[in-house]
């Protein structure tokens, strides 16, 4: 009974077993290290045979989710180049979408921040175009001009959880985030992207509070 990967990432929650490395994620994790030339997908993939033969096995349901569950959760926690490149790729979501730099979409923008015409989505807006442009510092003050003047729009801790993310500021990050997930509503997507943001950045703290000598 094979799953495919976004399976195995959208059933991840919050309230994962959060035991010592299993052997099995340690296999999992061996076997990540030394692919080659190929995407994250493609590498946790090619390294699930064990785990899958495994829960093939189960015939409940709900067992067979929370194997699941634990599994990504202890990616996360435990495999460091699996972590790397998760995080490599959360940092990279606006990278490559150059192409949505529509000058009129841009300039049909700036007059209806200048109006004040629903100033805070707006804002937002404005603050990816800034992002895509890389112009990091001008997005922050978008998005905070944003959050002042209404703090019940969704998408807008999600943007300055990135930037947060992005200048390793994670614990800012994670309270962003936290923001982010509270105003989300009965979505299992928008939860899971929560829940597994929420838990990486986590595990940053904890890993840059260790290497700076904090236990």
Same mark, same amino acid.
């Given at each position: ?85 998760? %995080?490599?790729?959360? &940092? =990279? $979501? ?8 529509? *000058?009129? @979409?841009?300039?049909?923008? /700036?007059?209806?921040?200048? %109006?004040?015409?629903? &100033? =805070? $989505? ?8 800034? *992002?895509? @442009?890389?112009?990091?510092? /001008? ?9 002042? $003047? ?8 999600? *943007? ?16 962003? $985030? ?38």
């Amino acid at each position: 009974m094979k799953k495919p990967l976004y399976f195995l990432l959208l059933l991840l929650v919050v309230n994962c077993q959060k035991s010592k490395q299993p052997s099995i994620v340690q296999n999992i994790c061996e076997c990540y290290k030394i692919q080659k030339d190929v995407g994250m997908d493609s590498k946790l993939n090619n390294c699930l045979k064990d785990f899958n033969n495994r829960i093939a096995q189960l015939e409940n349901n709900e067992l067979i989710k929370q194997e699941f569950e634990t599994l990504a959760f202890n990616l996360i926690s435990y495999c460091e180049e699996y972590q790397y490149d998760f %995080n490599k790729m959360k &940092l =990279s $979501i606006y990278k490559g979408r150059e192409e949505l730099l529509n *000058i009129k @979409e841009k300039d049909s923008l /700036e007059n209806l921040i200048k %109006n004040q015409e629903n &100033l =805070s $989505i707006n804002l937002s807006k404005s603050a990816e175009f800034k *992002i895509i @442009e890389g112009n990091l510092d /001008e997005a922050m003050q978008l998005v905070n001009r944003s959050i002042k $003047i209404d703090n019940q729009i969704q998408i807008s801790y999600y *943007i300055r959880s990135f930037l947060h993310h992005k200048n390793g500021e994670f614990q800012k990050a994670i309270d962003d $985030i936290i923001s982010f997930g509270n105003l989300t509503e009965n979505d299992e997507n928008a939860r899971f992207a929560f829940e597994l943001t929420k838990h990486n950045l986590e595990v940053k703290v904890k890993k840059t509070k260790y290497n700076n000598g904090y236990k």
